[in-house]
């Protein structure tokens, strides 16, 4: 079969012709439909730090995906060949102390597709049964495919309750436009988002929200306290990794107020927690991935209910060949989520 891969320890990927592997009695073998491009995928292809002590090569990348079903092992019993899934991409081990405890995302011996084990940009992808999510046929691929980002933005912003609170944003890629229509359809007023590239500006006005704001022109302390009558965001979420949004959104944070972490900062980051967070007062989640699989039946609801439209995200479709373009424009910035569409 066709897939990309990274066979070599330095920029780049290459088109490979990998052997299909077999699913186990407790695996499926999915045919691919679409797979999205996550952030950490460009790490990869850029082979940064991170990914140059992660990844062991060779090895076939992606992880965003929705496939059909296209034969089970033996002790499967709630899936069959045809069926039409997403797939939670971090596989767990269900026996560590947080599986244990219903903390599966923070699984202690976590393995993500497409990183410890081969991946997604393929024209097939075998995987435990129990990490396919089953969808509803008419859904298109792509959406299909980021089911999962969307249970990141879906834990991001719902750690707590949002209706009728002011929240702000910084950051708007792909994982922050989710973020602001995830807040949008849960009664969030009003949605300030952060943002410096003007593509994504413009993105994230189409998604709902109230005001965009570029740190780079806009004093954007000024205008958050103004906007709230000069009491901060009652939640602050933050999705860009960038060190200077979060000492922001920290100071922009009402005392008593929620914040909730999704960016991966490149860095150690350095602030004053006495003052930005202790004497505030403010609670804190880290969000790791997504429940599994409580967050899996928000993420469903909120797309085939209708209520969520995330087209507007998805902007570029490619085919698998097409590989170098999709990650150069990906280093551009200048996109929402992109798509390989495998046939
Ligand atoms: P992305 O890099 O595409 O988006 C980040 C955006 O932040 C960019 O559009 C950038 O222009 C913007 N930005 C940079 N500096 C800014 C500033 N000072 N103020 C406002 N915006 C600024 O990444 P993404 O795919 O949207 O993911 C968002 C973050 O979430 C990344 O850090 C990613 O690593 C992280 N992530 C974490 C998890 C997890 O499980 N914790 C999962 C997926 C992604
Ligand atoms: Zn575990």
Not at 282 to 291: A, D
């Given at each position: 079969m066709k897939a990309i891969a990274k066979t070599k320890k330095e920029k780049g990927f290459e088109i490979i012709d990998a052997k299909i592997k077999e699913p186990g009695e407790n695996e499926v073998l999915i045919k691919v439909k679409a797979s999205t491009i996550c952030g950490t995928d460009l790490h990869i292809y850029k082979w940064d730090k991170?990914?140059?002590?992660?990844?062991?090569?060779?090895?076939?990348?992606?992880?965003?995906?929705?496939g059909e079903i296209a034969s089970v092992g033996k002790n499967v019993k709630n899936l069959k060949p045809g069926d039409f899934v997403s797939v939670e991409t971090h596989i767990i081990c269900g026996e560590c102390y947080a599986c244990k405890n219903n903390r599966q995302e923070a699984c202690m011996n976590l393995k993500i597709l497409g990183i410890d084990m081969d991946g997604s940009y393929a024209e097939?992808?075998?995987?435990?049964?129990?990490?396919?999510w089953k969808n509803e046929k008419n859904l298109p691929p792509e959406i299909a495919s980021l089911k999962e980002p969307l249970g990141n933005a879906v834990d991001t912003v719902l750690s707590e309750?949002?209706?009728?609170?002011?929240?702000l944003i910084t950051g708007c890629g792909p994982?922050?436009?989710l973020s602001i229509g995830v807040a949008k359809v849960s009664g969030a007023y009003p949605i300030i988002a952060t943002e410096i590239n003007e593509y994504r500006i413009k993105k994230a006005k189409?998604?709902?929200?109230?005001?965009?704001?570029?740190?780079?022109?806009?004093?954007?302390?000024?205008?958050?306290?103004?906007?709230?009558?000069?009491n901060g965001v009652d939640v602050f979420c933050e999705v860009s990794g960038n060190e200077k949004a979060l000492i922001d959104g920290l100071n922009l944070t009402t005392p008593g107020g929620r914040?909730?972490?999704?960016?991966?900062?490149?860095?150690?980051?350095?602030?004053?927690?006495?003052?930005?967070?202790?004497?505030?007062?403010?609670?804190?989640?880290?969000?790791?991935?997504?429940?599994?699989?409580?967050?899996?039946?928000?993420?469903?609801?909120?797309?085939?209910?209708?209520?969520?439209?995330?087209?507007?995200?998805?902007?570029?479709?490619?085919?698998?060949?097409?590989?170098?373009?999709?990650?150069?424009?990906?280093?551009?910035?200048?996109?929402?989520k992109i798509a390989f569409i495998i046939d």
């Open positions: 991170w990914s140059s002590e992660r990844i062991k090569i060779p090895r076939i990348v992606g992880h965003e995906m929705s097939y992808v075998t995987l435990p049964a129990e990490n396919c309750d949002v209706t009728g609170k002011s929240i994982l922050g436009l189409e998604m709902g929200a109230d005001y965009v704001l570029n740190p780079l022109k806009d004093n954007i302390y000024e205008i958050v306290m103004d906007i709230t009558k000069g914040v909730s972490i999704l960016g991966l900062f490149k860095d150690e980051v350095k602030f004053d927690i006495n003052n930005l967070v202790v004497l505030k007062g403010l609670r804190i989640y880290g969000i790791t991935g997504r429940k599994i699989y409580s967050t899996w039946y928000k993420t469903s609801a909120l797309i085939e209910s209708g209520i969520l439209d995330i087209s507007p995200v998805l902007t570029h479709k490619f085919k698998l060949e097409e590989f170098e373009k999709a990650f150069n424009l990906m280093e551009t910035g200048n996109c929402g």
